[in-house]
Every structure is written in structure tokens, then in C-alpha cells.
């Protein structure tokens, strides 16, 4: 008796379970709602209005009905990967070279190749330069759509304002100094040298190495701090690749490093990294230097808003475009979607329609900001809305914010047109053959770099450990490697 | 006493007086940061007695105080419905598996033992909830997928299987129904380990912020953890990231440290409360598993 009625209810839990399974098998179709899994800040509150205007209005101009579910972005990653691990149905995703890996995604078929559609799409495909497109290629084909933004990397070297005339500079003391990588340490090394005299006082400045190889002219192509990159000034020879850490430039600069701190003229540690931004008397000397490594025209806005002072910049290096520097912000179709035509159709309208991009990115005129101009706004302090512009859409089409020039938009896009492009846009190295080899090099650079970098310890000691460490590591096989795909690429083209 | 016992127990004093401290001065940093102001953080840094109250962060979230409650009543509501459903059903099944006589106590066994060493993996785990039982967003998923654990099936079944079975056959021949038997006697009996697992369990849920952020897509059915997770990983990831996209993340506007700490505080609060209550059952319950295993 019992045993029949436990196999009663184990046949209809089972039926239950099938039963489910069945329902829900959809048919695709053009009328599907669009699924865009947008990352987010957390405290947004009046989220939900707007996400609500954002569907009406795209419905309204483009007939699809989109659904805006928002991700926080410390979880995007691990969100995004389940679900196309999963094979999950939705439509839009943010993807890029460092968060939700866009070439992971090419190579899992997690994506959609967009070539066929663009066509279609010409309002969307000529909103941008065809040099952004290239970067997207992956084996030939267009996996996703850039999100517009600065893509030249130029850094920068910026002091507090008030420095100038107590120091006793001009601006020509620092003209030509963005020259090449010499003249730009001299520079700062004049500049260490007055703080010094001055105030006997050590400097703070960050890395100069990390995240701004772009001033010694080094692009690095196998990967951020990876060993592998090309000489940008190499004429001869513009697709060899070499060890950026043998090479003069590397050398020299964590020798100065490293004089530097000897002498006292900056932080003999990481931990006397003082707090700058706050001080006493703004307008005596604050012993500050930073090197930024994107300028952009509202930069300076930006650094003020975190310090009691005002800052300056003294001089800019030249830059640069590469295919990592566009491939940053992308959106793309997952490869489940139901209705790519309407996904495309949502991405054209957020690249193209300013008053749907910035409704996403400031939130609703009246509530989260009010208007001071025609493309300025100011944001309302007490319904707070914060969106990062460049992983809804194009960012040339925002509203200014207080202390960002009018032509914002024309100068971002300037500077990129006017950047020197790498050799390389293009390209993108395949590192699947080379694991062992990027883990290990990977835990060297980690090891040493950050010591050079700061100059915290002897160059004659620890520079030929560090390389010997990156030999055993398998740099050479891993240079090589890329090399060869490099060849081979630049033969296909 | 001999002079060897004292000095033994000295150094146990001493040694356990150290643990203590280990273990109370994190959390005492943590108070004092939640009390101090952003300016005074960048002066002095993080100290174990704040150098002022300044009740800033606390004001700051009680702005959020609606999802700060409802997060509150999410964690409460999974915790004490998934600790009462899953100590229940796990209870029944360890005593069930305890009784010799029971014909499918070997097949049960297995098939809570396999699932300690086999997992389904979050792929696969994450189609079933999502595909076949239709549980995404739906607030029981935050309950079922931890209510039963089979490490804990096993450790009631070791204190069941401490009843000598004649107490339950002198309950038989007395006229007690199998379910009589089990709320009338073998409950009581177990009374400790049952508080030590729904300790264990209370714990588990209320510190679960997994399931919440893979199978919500939406944040206002978040547990107070998962929204305490949320804060921090989003201020990890645009001081992370703030480069990477072109430096357009505005690092000035994330959350100071001491909000986050007072969300921290928050957080633990509760369960500061639950354990005292809990505390004398849970020694007893682990020596019972412990000796008797």
C-alpha cells in the first residue's frame, strides 16, 4: 500500500516537472520584448520612472518593446556569465576587453555576429568613424557596437594651480616637454626639485610606467603590463615585437625613479603616500604632482571636484589609439536573442537619439537635473541618479555638466581623430596556447613592477632579477607567439 | 592547586584572553569607522576608539531607509521560514534514517550522501531553478535550494541514532502513533542539536547573498547581505575600474568607508542578538555530534 502510493506521488512530481519543462518553449518572433541587462550604480532611487519613460519612448520611436533590467556593476561579470553559460534568452549586454571579456565571448559563440544587420543600419553605422569598426573585428567579422568615447590615450602631467607662482613658473618653463619620454621626466624632475628647495618637502606622484606606456611610445599589445609591445616610433619595423621591460626607455625611467627617491624629491613608500586633496591652507604650496592617462577636455573639472585646490596641467604627451582603447565599451546581441533585429534597432536609437541616451544617463529633466542651456544641465543633489555615460551608449551625444566646455563632444571627437593610430587596430591576440606562460609572467610583473615603478628599491639589484624572473616565466615563447600572430595578421590585410 | 596547574592555566588565560582580542578588534575598527566622518577618516586614519560620533553614515542610509527595511524583512522572513521549514524536514528525514527498522534507510542514506559529494554544478543548478522550476525572481528561491544540507542530515541522524530503541518500542506498546513518537519524545530528546543546527542554519540564510544576485534581477527583493554586498562590490569596481573605461567613473561620489561600515553594522547586528540565545544549546549540540560520531 505504501509503496504504491509513494510511487503514485514520485509519477506526479515527475509529470509536473515535465509538464513544466513543455510550457514554456517560445516561438521567436519580430514582436519579442528586448531584454537589455544594463549595468548600474546601486542608490539609484527613482530607478523604475525611469526605466518606464526609457521603454515608453522606445516604443514610441522605434515601435520595439524593450525591457531595462539594471545589474549592478560589481556583479555584472559573474550575472552575465551564468547567463549565457546557461544559454538564457535576452537581447543586450555590455562587453569589453576588461570586464565580461568580449573575446571570451566571440570565442564561446556567446555573441552575434553583426555584419549582416549593419547594413541595415546605416543611420547607426555611419555615426562613427570606420576606424571604431576595425577595432571591433574579431577573425573578419563585427561582434559588437563601440560605445562612443575618448579613445585617444594621452597621458598627462597635472599640478596644483597655486603652484605655478609660488614656485616661480611659467608656462613655458614646461613648453615642449610632452616632446618625447626625456624631456617629460626632466620636466617633472624640475618641477620635484622647486617643491624641494621650497618646502624641503617631498612630493606625492603616482605610477608613471603603469597605464601610461603611451608617453615612452610603447604600445602594449599582448596585454595591460604584459610583456609583448610594439615601439611606436619604430619606422623600420612597426610590427616587432619587443620585451617593453629590456627595453631603454623602461631603464631609464626607473633609474630616474629611483634617483628621485634617493633624493628625496618623492615619497620614499607607498604607505607616505599622504592624503593631498584635503589640506589646511589651499593656497600655500601643496607638495602634489599626479600623472593622469587620459586627457579629455572635462579632465580638469574632474580633478578638481576631488581636491580643496585647483589644479593645472603642465604638459601633455601625444596621444594614442588602439584597438583596446575602443574595444573598452561595447554593446552587443547575445547570440540567444529572439529579436535581433529590435536589439539593434534599441542600440541605434541609444548611439544616435540624445534625448533617449540621456535620459538614461541623467534621469528624468525636472526630477534628477534641470537644464542651464540647450546641452548643459545641472544635476539635483537631492534625487541623485548616477549612470556611467559610456556603458549606456554614445557618449558624444550627453548633456554637459557644470564646468565641461560646451564643445565637449567636438573635442573629445577631435582628439581621437587627431591621434596618432597604432599600426595594430585591429588586432587582438589569442593568449589560449600561451596560458602557462601569461600566469607566469603575470606574477613576475606583479612581483617587481610596482617596486620599480615607485623607485622603493636598488635598480642595480632588482631590475636584472626581475628579468630573469620574466625569463623563466616564458616571456620569449610568449612574444613569440603573438608575433606570429601578428604576421599572420597583418599578411590578411 | 599544584604551581604546574596554575601556570597552565594561565597560559590557556592568556592565550584564549589573545583569541578574543583577535577576534573582537576588527569588528571594534569597524563601529569606529561607521562613526567617524570622511574628513576625519583622511586625518587619522582607522582607529579602535573613534576620535569623535559622528553620526553622518547613519543618516546617509536611513535616506535609503525603505530598502534598508525591506531588506531587512527579505533576510528575516527567508531566515526564520527556511530555518523552521529545513530543520523540520531535515529532522524527519535524519530519524527516519536512524531507525534500523526502516526498510529504505540504506537507499535515503545514499541519496543524501551522494549529494555531498557530487554537485550539480551553477550552470546546470541555474537551468533547473530557472527552466524547469520557474523560480526566478520568485522569493522561495532564496528558501529551497538551502533548506536541506546533508551534512547536517548527518549529524542529526548520529544524535538519533543515540535514542536506545527501547524507549521507542515502550512508546509503541503504550499506543504512540510513529508521529506521536517523533514530536512527543525523539524532538525533546534532541532538543541541542536541533538549536545548534537551526543556528547553523539561521546563519547560513542570513548570510547568503549568492543566491540573491544570480536568480533576482531585480534589487528590491535583495537580502540585507546581498545589499551589503552590492554597496561594497560596486565601490570595489569603480576604484578598480576607474582607469579601464577611460577614467569616466566619478570616483567622488561612492560611499565613504563609513557607510559602508555602517551597513556592515547593521548587517551583523541581528545575529549579535540571536547567538547568546543560541549559545548554550550550541556547545552541548557540537559535543553530542562530536563524541558520539
Known amino acids: 500500500m505504501m509503496k504504491k502510493l509513494i510511487s503514485i506521488i514520485l509519477a506526479a512530481v515527475l509529470m509536473a516537472g515535465v509538464a513544466g519543462c513543455g510550457t514554456k518553449t517560445q516561438e521567436s518572433g519580430k514582436g519579442d520584448t528586448v531584454k537589455w541587462y544594463l549595468f548600474s550604480n546601486p542608490g539609484n532611487v527613482n530607478e523604475k520612472d525611469i526605466f518606464a519613460e526609457a521603454q515608453r519612448m522606445a516604443k514610441e520611436k522605434t515601435g520595439v518593446d524593450l525591457e531595462i533590467i539594471p545589474i549592478e556593476s560589481g556583479d555584472y561579470e559573474s550575472k552575465m556569465q551564468i547567463l549565457t553559460a546557461s544559454n538564457e534568452p535576452f537581447d543586450i549586454m555590455f562587453t569589453s576587453n576588461w570586464l565580461n571579456n568580449y573575446y571570451m565571448n566571440v570565442s564561446k559563440n556567446a555573441i552575434l555576429p553583426l555584419d549582416d544587420y549593419l547594413k541595415d543600419y546605416p543611420e547607426l553605422y555611419n555615426s562613427m568613424p570606420e576606424y571604431f569598426w576595425d577595432s571591433m573585428k574579431v577573425k573578419g567579422k563585427i561582434y559588437a557596437v563601440p560605445n562612443q568615447q575618448i579613445v585617444a590615450r594621452g597621458p598627462f602631467f597635472a599640478i596644483p594651480e597655486q603652484n605655478m607662482e609660488l614656485l616661480g613658473f611659467t608656462d613655458a618653463d614646461f613648453e615642449g616637454a610632452g616632446e618625447n619620454y626625456k624631456t617629460a621626466l626632466a620636466a617633472v624632475e624640475k618641477y620635484l626639485r622647486a617643491v624641494k628647495e621650497k618646502t624641503g618637502n617631498y612630493c606625492n606622484l603616482n605610477k608613471i610606467w603603469n597605464d601610461g606606456t603611451q608617453m615612452f611610445n610603447i604600445e602594449e599589445v599582448v596585454g595591460s603590463l604584459l610583456p609583448g609591445a610594439i615601439q611606436l616610433d619604430n619606422e623600420t619595423d612597426k610590427y616587432k615585437l619587443i620585451n617593453q621591460y629590456e627595453s631603454e626607455e623602461f631603464k631609464y625611467y626607473i633609474k630616474m625613479r629611483r634617483k628621485w627617491v634617493e633624493e628625496g624629491l618623492v615619497m620614499p613608500s607607498e604607505e607616505t603616500e599622504r592624503d593631498l586633496d584635503h589640506v589646511e591652507d589651499p593656497t600655500a604650496i601643496v607638495p602634489n604632482i599626479t600623472r593622469g592617462n587620459c586627457y579629455k577636455p572635462n ?5 578638481n571636484r576631488n581636491s580643496d585646490y585647483d589644479w593645472k596641467i603642465i604638459f601633455k604627451c601625444r596621444p594614442i589609439t588602439t584597438s583596446g582603447s575602443v574595444a573598452a565599451t561595447m554593446n552587443a546581441i547575445s547570440a540567444t536573442s529572439k529579436n535581433p533585429e529590435g536589439a539593434l534597432k534599441i542600440i541605434q536609437l541609444v548611439d544616435t537619439d540624445a534625448e533617449f541616451y540621456n535620459l538614461l544617463v541623467y534621469g528624468l529633466e525636472g526630477v534628477n537635473y534641470t537644464k542651464t542651456g540647450e546641452n548643459s544641465i545641472e544635476l539635483n543633489p537631492d534625487m541623485p541618479y548616477t549612470w556611467t555615460e559610456w556603458n549606456v551608449g554614445n557618449t558624444f551625444n550627453k548633456y554637459n555638466l557644470p564646468g565641461e566646455p560646451d564643445n565637449f563632444a567636438e573635442e573629445v571627437e ?80 | ?49 573613534p576620535h569623535e560620533i559622528n553620526l553622518d553614515s547613519y543618516r546617509y542610509l536611513l535616506k535609503n531607509l525603505n530598502q534598508i527595511l525591506s531588506a531587512y524583512g527579505m533576510s528575516i522572513w527567508v531566515a526564520s521560514i527556511g530555518t523552521f521549514a529545513g530543520v523540520t524536514i531535515m529532522t524527519m528525514f535524519a530519524y527516519a534514517i536512524s531507525r534500523e527498522d526502516f ?49 547536517n542530515i548527518f549529524i542529526l541522524r548520529v544524535a538519533c541514532k543515540a535514542l536506545p530503541i527501547e524507549v521507542i518500542e515502550s512508546a509503541k506498546i503504550d499506543g504512540c502513533s510513529e508521529l506521536k513518537i517523533f514530536f512527543r519524545i525523539v524532538v525533546p530528546l534532541q532538543k541541542t542539536v536541533i538549536a545548534t543546527i537551526s543556528l547553523l542554519m539561521i546563519f547560513t540564510y542570513w548570510n547568503d547573498w549568492y543566491t540573491s544576485m544570480l536568480y533576482f534581477d531585480t534589487a528590491d527583493k535583495s537580502t540585507i547581505q546581498y545589499y551589503l554586498v552590492r554597496v561594497l562590490n560596486s565601490v570595489n569596481f569603480a576604484k578598480n575600474n576607474a582607469g579601464a573605461a577611460g577614467g569616466a567613473i566619478n570616483t567622488y561620489d561612492l560611499p565613504s568607508d563609513g557607510i559602508q561600515m555602517a551597513i556592515c553594522v547593521l548587517a551583523v547586528g541581528p545575529m549579535m542578538c540571536v547567538f547568546p540565545f543560541f549559545q548554550k544549546y550550541f556547545v552541548a549540540g557540537i559535543n553530542v555530534g562530536a563524541v558520539k560520531g
Open chain 1, 299 to 303: 579632465v580638469l573639472s574632474e580633478l
Open chain 2, 103 to 151: 526498510k529504505f534507510r540504506k537507499f535515503l542514506s545514499f541519496f543524501a550522501y551522494f549529494t555531498m559529494i557530487f554537485s550539480g554544478g551553477t550552470v546546470a543548478t541555474y537551468m533547473w531553478i530557472s527552466r524547469s522550476l520557474h523560480l526566478l525572481n520568485n522569493r522561495w528561491v532564496l528558501v529551497l535550494p538551502l533548506m536541506v544540507s546533508a551534512y
Open chain 1, 414 to 493: 577631435k582628439i581621437n581623430d587627431e591621434s596618432f593610430k597604432s599600426p595594430l587596430l585591429g588586432f587582438s591576440p589569442d593568449l589560449d596556447n600561451v596560458k602557462v606562460e601569461v600566469s607566469a609572467c603575470q606574477s613576475a610583473v606583479s612581483e617587481y613592477l610596482n617596486l620599480l615603478d615607485y623607485g622603493l628599491v636598488d635598480v642595480d639589484s632588482s631590475y636584472p632579477e626581475f628579468i630573469k624572473k620574466l625569463k623563466a616565466a616564458g616571456c620569449d615563447k610568449l612574444i613569440s607567439e603573438v608575433q606570429r600572430q601578428v604576421d599572420e595578421w597583418v599578411a590578411q590585410q
Open chain 2, 1 to 49: 592547586m599544584r604551581k604546574k596547574d596554575i601556570n597552565k592555566k594561565i597560559f590557556v588565560y592568556v592565550l584564549l584572553l589573545a583569541v578574543s582580542i583577535i577576534c573582537i578588534l576588527p569588528f571594534m575598527i569597524i563601529i569606529s569607522t561607521s562613526l567617524t566622518s570622511e574628513k576625519g577618516m583622511a586625518l587619522n586614519g582607522y582607529s579602535i576608539i
